[in-house]
């Protein structure tokens, strides 16, 4: 099922609030698709989804090869008969502030705050579409 991701309803949001880990699918620059395990999170506030990650990591790599405009990418979390997907076009962002919230974002949803690492970056997902059933 379609939803607004800016809007998304009450039990998709809190779906996204739970601890659940995640795959983000890149394209590789070849066009076969990339997957692997992530956490996300989102801000349909901001239609922003969020994944932090080391600078040298394919995924950044693949982000990266798609050029200035983005990649198109999917983040998905599934538990039993429950999933949700946000699709949208990924930058690599390297600001410390964005760095920074994006930590907190994690560390608020996963209950745990990543060990520091200065080759953090943020694959940072503007939203355009959001579907699933949660």
Request: aromatic share 6%.
């Amino acid at each position: 099922m379609a939803t607004d991701p800016r809007n998304p309803g009450d039990s998709y949001l809190s779906f996204w609030r739970e601890y659940h880990m995640c795959t983000l699918t890149t394209p590789r620059p070849n066009g076969t698709p990339h997957v692997v395990a992530v956490g996300v999170t989102y801000d349909p506030e901001n239609g922003l989804a969020r994944v932090i990650t080391n600078k040298h990591s394919r995924k950044v790599a693949n982000v990266l090869a798609a050029g200035p405009e983005g990649a198109k990418v999917a983040v998905c979390q599934v538990d039993k008969g429950r999933w949700a997907t946000l699709e949208g076009v990924a930058v690599i962002r390297t600001e410390a502030d964005v760095v920074a919230d994006a930590v907190d974002r994690y560390a608020e949803r996963y209950g745990r705050v990543p060990a520091p690492n200065p080759d953090r970056v943020v694959i940072e997902i503007a939203l355009t579409r959001a579907m699933g059933r949660a």
